[in-house]
């Protein structure tokens, strides 16, 4: 087993891929490690920059298609072999020469997670830093994770955390996040290293906001309610039914009391709300079949152990 792997996800990263390899090698030397690109269907020359690498240290894992982040990080962590896992970005923004610092940090403090912080971000101001502040505060205030740089790459895990979690859709920026989720876990934080993108281009825009914000929704729900659906969705629902009941029940009094209700605003709102009611609960009894499905199904339970030790005798 090695005692490092790297999982640098890269599209269209050509230019960068041979500085990076070299600020890899003279930074991990004396390490027993493994630099896995992961090529998320480049379109350019990136692929051919990677098999040019002349160091046995480097493996490229090449998806068939672009996935996004997410999925190629995931492909890396999968195939990864190290007592520690590192993630890395492959646009030269993220040091290498962090790298050891991190792992020591990670090895001294037995850390589950070591998480860079971009201390002296080299992002424009509009389009990066305001955003990703704003992001980053509502993140910590809903979720309770207390983490400064949710959005920067470079991590040091152990094996066991980044093993325990799945990154799929849009939830590399959550990693932190899902991994406070299987419970009693240790995450520190360091500043680290962050440098101007030189070459190629920024695959982020402002557009990422509203998968950013639909993303933390989706993360709200997998802290509170994973496990209990039925307490959102059947709340939820009978309230809106018993809202509904009541509108209907005093529409029909006044209807008794020869009242015309034809065209009546409330008539339709009593309405809507028993249908509603009436569909929230059935989502809730579906997630909760979903729910069980998919632990029983694959084993999964609902807890975690961190250890078991059996007391000495004194």
């Not at 480049?42 to 672009?66: G, M, P, W």
């Not at 992001?135 to 910590?140: F, H, L, M, P």
């Not at 639909?214 to 939820?236: E, N, V």
Request: aromatic fraction near 8%; hydrophobic fraction near 45%.
């Amino acid at each position: 087993m090695k005692q490092l792997s790297l999982v640098i996800c890269v599209y269209n990263e050509e230019l960068n891929i041979r500085p990076l390899s070299e600020q890899i090698i003279n930074a991990l030397e004396g390490y027993d490690y493994e630099a896995i690109f992961v090529d998320d269907g480049s379109t350019d020359k990136t692929r051919e920059e990677v098999l040019a690498i002349n160091d046995e240290h480097f493996v490229l894992l090449e998806l068939k298609k672009n996935y996004g982040q997410s999925s190629a990080l995931q492909a890396g962590i999968d195939l990864a072999e190290g007592d520690h896992i590192v993630l890395l970005d492959g646009d030269l923004q993220n040091d290498p020469a962090d790298i050891p610092m991190m792992l020591k940090m990670a090895v001294d403090g037995n850390w589950d997670l070591v998480a860079g912080v971009r201390a002296n971000r080299r992002d424009g101001a509009f389009l990066r830093k305001i955003p990703s502040k704003i992001a980053n505060y509502i993140i910590r205030e809903s979720t309770g994770t207390k983490m400064k740089d949710l959005g920067c790459t470079l991590k040091v895990f152990s094996r066991e955390a980044a093993k325990s979690i799945i990154i799929y859709g849009e939830l590399h920026r959550f990693i932190p996040v899902l991994l406070a989720f299987e419970g009693n876990v240790r995450i520190t934080q360091v500043n680290v290293n962050h440098r101007a993108r030189e070459f190629g281009k920024s695959k982020y825009n402002l557009s990422r906001t509203t998968k950013v914000m639909s993303d933390l929704l989706l993360m709200l729900f997998f802290k509170k309610y994973l496990q209990r659906p039925m307490h959102l969705f059947g709340g939820l629902g009978i309230v809106m039914f018993g809202l509904g009941v009541l509108i209907n029940v005093y529409m029909l009094i006044l209807k008794l009391m020869g009242n015309d209700l034809w065209g009546k605003p409330l008539l339709m709102l009593g309405i809507m709300l028993v249908l509603g009611g009436i569909q929230f609960v059935t989502m809730g009894i579906v997630a909760e079949l979903q729910m069980r499905t998919y632990f029983e199904s694959q084993d999964k339970k609902t807890y975690n152990i961190r250890r078991i030790e059996k007391t000495r005798k004194v």
